[in-house]
């Protein structure tokens, strides 16, 4: 069986998982979300406790059930906690402000772009060089911050552009006066 798939999910207090044919909807504090799941998958909830169960032993059937169990217990994360993203921008002059319900970020292009918050996503500025994107939908949140980074990707040199907060970005050495350079 899969390791992941044959894990259950406790859900936690105030989150409510309902399924319906072969549509499973999670209510939570933070909202609702539903998934239409496959017909070789079986989803049971008793007691607070969800299980997935598959039909046979084929190759796609079992990545489907490692698939929907991860799929499941985000939004049953999503509707409790909720999740986020943290954008750094780095770069002279690059900020970014909050104007209603718009990002406004200057990232050394020649005018100011906007971003507008989609349903679902919230955007946050606890500074002129932090951006934060939350949101109970795993997968939206996760696009709608790459859809920021990609309006100023990270340059090697001097590391300018907007980058996750985690992530490493590789420096390349840039040029240096060696032995040949004139004076």
Request: proline letters at 3%.
């Amino acid at each position: 069986m899969s390791r992941i798939g044959r894990k259950h999910i406790d859900l936690p207090a105030g989150v409510e998982l309902t399924t319906q044919g072969s549509t499973v909807t999670v209510k939570g504090p933070k909202g609702s979300l539903s998934l239409d799941v496959d017909k070789l998958i079986t989803v049971n909830c008793t007691n607070g406790r969800v299980e997935l169960t598959r039909k046979d032993d084929e190759n796609e059937t079992r990545a489907k059930h490692g698939l929907y169990r991860a799929l499941i217990a985000n939004m049953v994360k999503g509707v409790h906690d909720g999740f986020e993203k943290k954008l750094v921008i780095n770069g002279v002059g690059y900020k970014a402000s909050k104007q209603g319900n718009k990002l406004v970020l200057n990232l050394g292009y020649s005018h100011p772009i906007e971003v507008l918050e989609e349903d679902g996503i919230t955007l946050e500025c606890p500074s002129a060089t932090e951006i934060v994107v939350k949101g109970i939908d795993r997968q939206k949140v996760g696009q709608f911050a790459s859809k920021i980074r990609d309006l100023r990707k990270v340059e090697p040199y001097h590391a300018y552009g907007v980058r996750y907060d985690d992530e490493v970005v590789i420096r390349k050495v840039g040029k240096a006066a060696g032995k040949g350079a004139k004076k």
